[in-house]
């Protein structure tokens, strides 16, 4: 079983930035691609960022890209996610997720098994 546990949302003005953690009590981590997605009010969720099992290999939304930057530290099991530059449109849930789908780490939320209960980032203008 796999256990997801975010830290790290808040309040931040535009062109603020924030940094995201997201703890994973696993067996075995390095098994499990990683990611953070986002649903905004009224919206559907999204994928932000993922980073393969390795971390060698990252994902970003266009929509983030050179704002965020996504990591993993294999001795802590935690990922990271760094926020900079934030927009008013950066508000959301930020979820942190987990799949073993054979190496699989790109934007597709079926393939992630394993999801926190969310984090809230609000950046006001």
């Known amino acids: 079983q796999v256990r997801l546990e975010e830290s790290g949302g808040g309040l931040v003005q535009a062109g603020g930035s924030l940094n995201l953690s997201c703890s994973a009590h696993?067996?075995?981590?390095?098994?499990?691609?990683m990611g953070w997605f986002r649903q905004a009010p009224g919206k559907e969720r999204e994928a932000v960022s993922i980073?393969?099992?390795?971390?060698?290999?990252?994902w970003y939304t266009g929509a983030v890209l050179g704002r965020f930057t996504i990591s993993r530290d294999m001795v802590k099991n935690t990922i990271y996610l760094q926020m900079t530059n934030l927009k008013t449109d950066d508000t959301a849930t930020y979820y942190c997720?987990?799949?073993?789908?054979?190496?699989?780490?790109?934007?597709?939320?079926?393939?992630?098994?394993?999801w926190g209960q969310g984090t809230q980032v609000t950046v006001s203008s």
């Open positions: 997720a987990a799949g073993n789908s054979g190496g699989y780490y790109g934007p597709a939320q079926h393939k992630y098994q394993h």
């Open positions: 696993a067996k075995s981590f390095d098994n499990y691609a």
């Open positions: 980073i393969s099992l390795s971390g060698q290999n990252t």
